[in-house]
Structure formats: C-alpha cells, structure tokens
T-cell receptor, first 113, second 112 residues
Framework: KAGVTQTPRYLIKTRGQQVTLSCSPISGHRSVSWYQQTPGQGLQFLFEYFSETQRNKGNFPGRFSGRQFSNSRSEMNVSTLELGDSALYLC????????????FGQGTRLTVV | GEDVEQSLFLSVREGDSSVINCTYTDSSSTYLYWYKQEPGAGLQLLTYIFSNMDMKQDQRLTVLLNKKDKHLSLRIADTQTGDSAIYFCAESRSARDDKIIFGKGTRLHILP
C-alpha cells in the first residue's frame, strides 16, 4: 500500500510568486490535512479537506488556499509569496471519520528568496 | 486554548530509558499522539492513545496518560542511537474533523 506522496520535495521561489503543492493520500483515505512547519512556530494546521470540501481551517491569511479532487488528491496554493512562507509543508492523510490515525508525507520544503 | 507543551531537549545515555513529557490544556481531547521526526523526513506516527485509557504499551514504547492532570508521557526503553529524533506530542479533540494540534517537539539526543 503506497504511502502519502507529496510533490515536489523541494521548491525555490521568489517573493511575489505563487506556488502549488500536491498531496496524494493513501488509497481509501478521504481526508487530507495540510500543516506548515517552521523552526519558530513549530507545526501549525493550515486546513483540512474531506470529500472535496474544506472541513476546517487554521489561522492563516487568505493567500493560503487549497482544494481536493474527487480522487482525494489535494493541492495547496500560496499566492504572493513572502520570505516568511519558507517552511516545510506537510500533508496528512486519514480515513476522515474523526480522530483516526493520520499518516504524513515527507513534506515539501519551500524556500522563498 | 490550544496549547500542547513539551520540553525542547532531552539527553539520554544509550541503553537507558527516555521519558518525554507533554501537557495539554483541553480536557475534551479525544486522541493523543506521539510522532517522531528524523532529520529531513516527515512525521512518523509512533503510537496513540484514546483519552479513556491510562496506559498503552507497544514493544519498547509505553504511553502514560493522566487525564486529571492533562499529562501525557512517552517512555522509550533501552534507548538506541536510532531513536535520536524530534518527538511531537499531539492531540485531536473534534468529533467533526481530523485537525491535530502539535507541541513544539522534544529533541532527543543520545549520549554514547
């Protein structure tokens, strides 16, 4: 059974650009959550998608958005990138029937220069 | 509040037991987790415990939960060099979604 796949693994962008990150969950999992990990703030919840609908959202500006497709794959988009958006972005996959095991991908390391 | 607190560093001699502690604030937490993150890697779920349990053991790992004090601990017996990593305590509390709140992580350093 394949794990959670995030692409790309590494990304370098310049300020003002936008970026799209992709996450393919474990087969059969319907929930995908996104987290931002930085040395200063630790792991912070961005949003969760379940059955193509955003089910919960963290405290991030509107520049951060996401979506989920019918095959449960999810993308997150960050527009007008800022230096402070440099982070490891982690995606978690779960069945989605609340409070079950969440499996994480390897992450996408975004560097904004 | 949404705070999950844990100490940032722990040093342990190889072969000894490691105990990583965590406190959380929300008594409605339903699941409590321990994740491990090695350098350059994602998060690996080590173990989790339901909030109506006191203890869970899985090979070298023992999780203790004191719900009254909102205190969670992870004990790693016979600590090995491969256990060197950052350990995150986390909780989820909603019956509606799978949002997880993480602590800042405890960096476990193994002394020879």
């Amino acid at each position: 059974k394949a794990g959670v796949t995030q692409t790309p693994r590494y990304l370098i962008k310049t300020r003002g650009q936008q970026v799209t990150l992709s996450c393919s969950p474990i087969s059969g999992h319907r929930s995908v959550s996104w987290y931002q990990q930085t040395p200063g703030q630790g792991l912070q919840f961005l949003f969760e998608y379940f059955s193509e609908t955003q089910r919960n959202k963290g405290n991030f500006p509107g520049r951060f958005s996401g979506r989920q497709f019918s095959n449960s794959r999810s993308e997150m988009n960050v527009s007008t990138l800022e230096l402070g958006d440099s982070a490891l972005y982690l995606c978690a996959s779960s069945l989605g029937n609340s409070n079950t095991e969440a499996f994480f991908g390897q992450g996408t390391r975004l560097t904004v220069v | 509040g949404e705070d999950v607190e844990q100490s940032l560093f722990l040093s342990v001699r190889e072969g000894d037991s490691s105990v990583i502690n965590c406190t959380y604030t929300d008594s409605s937490s339903t699941y409590l987790y321990w994740y491990k993150q090695e350098p350059g890697a994602g998060l690996q779920l080590l173990t989790y415990i339901f909030s109506n349990m006191d203890m869970k053991q899985d090979q070298r790992l023992t999780v203790l939960l004191n719900k009254k004090d909102k205190h969670l601990s992870l004990r790693i017996a016979d600590t090995q060099t491969g256990d060197s990593a950052i350990y995150f305590c986390a909780e989820s509390r909603s019956a509606r979604d799978d949002k997880i709140i993480f602590g800042k992580g405890t960096r476990l350093h193994i002394l020879p």
